[in-house]
């Protein structure tokens, strides 16, 4: 399958886990979808329609050199994503998927963990709901934290997906 615009402001690319869905607006990247969340897709690639020319070219551009990110990172020749993001959120989300951004490639981090970094070290399960709420997952990499206890807890496009992360990354998964 090879990348098709199929809205302005969104792009279609080919993964090994199926098609993903990309959308933008010019400020930089606000959604990836999994070909599993149609619902979700077609809604984001309804809210992201730019309608000027410029838009529509910066848009493009943005989509093409994530596309082309997300290759390398599949191919194992990428591990840190150099996007610009439009991710929206409440300053809290954005605070997590920030911190999520900091846990290295082929690393795993428990949600327990997160919530310390962000400063919030109670609030694992507020933590937990912010990862789930992620728009950007694999480019904002959700799928590297787990439950304390080395048990992968959840993922929005399903356990195997995480699963199959995890594994192009090499990350060693341990039960306590």
Known sequence: MSRRL????S???PS??????????????TRLCFAGQA?????????????PEAERRECGQLLHLAGEQLAAYFAGRLRVFALPLDEGGTSF?????????GIPYGRTCS???????VGRPRACRAVGNANGKNPLPIV????RVIHAD???????????VKRFLLALEGAVLRRA
């Open 16 to 29: 090994p886990l199926g098609p993903l869905l990309l959308t933008a607006s010019p400020a930089g990247l």
């Open 11 to 13: 792009l279609v690319v």
């Open 93 to 101: 989300q954005r605070q997590v998927w920030q911190a999520l951004r």
């Open 150 to 160: 080395g048990g992968l807890g959840g993922y929005s496009a399903g356990l195997s």
């Open 39 to 51: 619902g979700v897709c077609a809604a984001a690639a309804d809210e992201n329609i730019a309608t």
């Open 111 to 117: 949600y327990a963990e997160l919530a310390a970094a």
């Open 140 to 143: 904002t990499p959700c799928h």
């Open 6 to 9: 199929v809205a302005e402001g």
